[in-house]
């Protein structure tokens, strides 16, 4: 598979995901379902005694959405005039 095409398919996929394009005001939402999804995985996981690997990885999916929420956070205490807005960034061509 040529690296154009692998690239075309991740656009996809997180495209269907809804993950790509989305406002900055979505991403509170959207973290807090993936977490719950998560947290739902890995309590599936933790009952079983096989899947150490992927229990690993969505602990670790967990760690880094929160991560995000905190940066996310922090970024709501800034003025709304100073908040990056990605509506605004694409008509600049950002």
Request: avoid cysteine; charged fraction near 35%.
């Amino acid at each position: 598979m040529s690296e154009e095409t692998r690239t075309q398919r991740v656009r996809e996929s997180l495209t269907q995901a809804r993950l790509v394009e989305i406002e900055v005001d979505e991403f509170p939402d959207r973290i807090k379902e993936v977490k719950h999804v998560a947290i739902g995985r890995l309590g599936e996981l933790l009952e079983r005694e096989n899947g150490v690997q992927e229990r690993e990885s969505v602990a670790h999916s967990l760690g880094t959405l929160r991560r995000l929420e905190a940066t996310l956070q922090a970024g709501t205490r800034l003025p709304k005039a100073d908040r990056p807005n990605a509506s605004t960034e694409k008509k600049r061509g950002g």
